[in-house]
């Protein structure tokens, strides 16, 4: 048995590939046909809500259907989004299994019961998608870690240009800025952008001493009134 599987080692390889292929093709229609995690987790929320719903409306008839027609709309799309590329992809695979047979039937692994076959499928999945959601997981941990250095480091950036110039910048700073101040901040910033002014030009700060000296004038005008 041993030897005869030695043998046929390039047909296990191919049993290899179709695992792999298949799995491959389960995430692509996953991706492009499924439904999102995170549209996934809005739209199962969205049903316990229904659910809440529905309980509160128990002494309103009308009321009760319309929920539950909502929530049977909201479940059949769901299940819609996440059977269907299962059912494609399983129909593929047992497509791609009846072309491979009829090439290799005559080789000992395929004269095997057909349950054989899921067993290395099964396994390559677990492997391939478990290795996919790690990916993604450190990936998108990564860029929350990264977005919140970003945030700091542009928050220190205007600390550091704050504690230099002697101004009080906070951030949101630029809310309270009057209309016409908010306007001038715009067009400095697109006239920089185009490289009509020097680049380095603090545009903030300028706008912020210009703030600090209007404010000033005020109060001068309320102490003179």
């Known amino acids: 048995m041993v030897a005869t599987i030695a043998a046929e080692l390039p047909q296990y390889l191919i049993v290899l590939a179709v695992c792999v292929g298949m799995t491959t093709i389960s995430q692509l229609f996953r991706h492009f046909f499924g439904m999102k995690p995170e549209k996934s987790m809005a739209m199962q929320q969205r049903l316990r809500e229904l659910q809440e719903e529905m309980m509160a409306a128990r002494d309103d008839p009308e009321t009760l259907a319309a929920?539950?027609?909502e929530a049977m709309s909201t479940y059949r799309?769901?299940?819609?989004?996440?059977?269907?590329?299962?059912c494609i992809s399983s129909l593929l695979f047992l497509g791609i299994?009846?072309?491979?047979?009829?090439?290799?039937?005559d080789y000992y692994f395929f004269n095997q019961p057909t349950w054989t076959f899921f067993i290395p499928y099964l396994m390559f999945s677990l492997v391939i998608n478990g290795g996919i959601f790690l990916v993604r997981y450190?990936?998108?941990?990564s860029r929350k870690?990264?977005?919140?250095?970003?945030e700091d480091d542009e928050f220190q950036a205007t600390m550091d240009r704050s504690m230099k110039s002697g101004l009080n910048f906070r951030p949101g700073w630029d809310a309270n800025l009057s209309p016409e101040l908010r306007?001038?901040?715009s067009d400095l910033e697109q006239k920089k952008a185009r490289g009509e002014i020097p680049q380095d030009i603090d545009i903030?700060?300028?706008?912020?001493?210009?703030?600090?000296?209007?404010?000033?004038?005020?109060?001068?005008?309320?102490?003179?009134?």
């Open 97 to 105: 299994w009846w072309v491979v047979g009829s090439l290799f039937g």
């Open 138 to 141: 450190l990936i998108r941990k």
């Open 77 to 86: 799309t769901t299940m819609r989004k996440q059977l269907i590329p299962s």
């Open 145 to 150: 870690k990264r977005g919140v250095l970003e």
């Open 204 to 225: 903030d700060e300028e706008i912020q001493q210009m703030s600090d000296d209007d404010e000033k004038k005020d109060w001068k005008k309320r102490l003179e009134s």
């Open 67 to 69: 929920i539950q027609q």
């Open 183 to 185: 306007q001038m901040k």
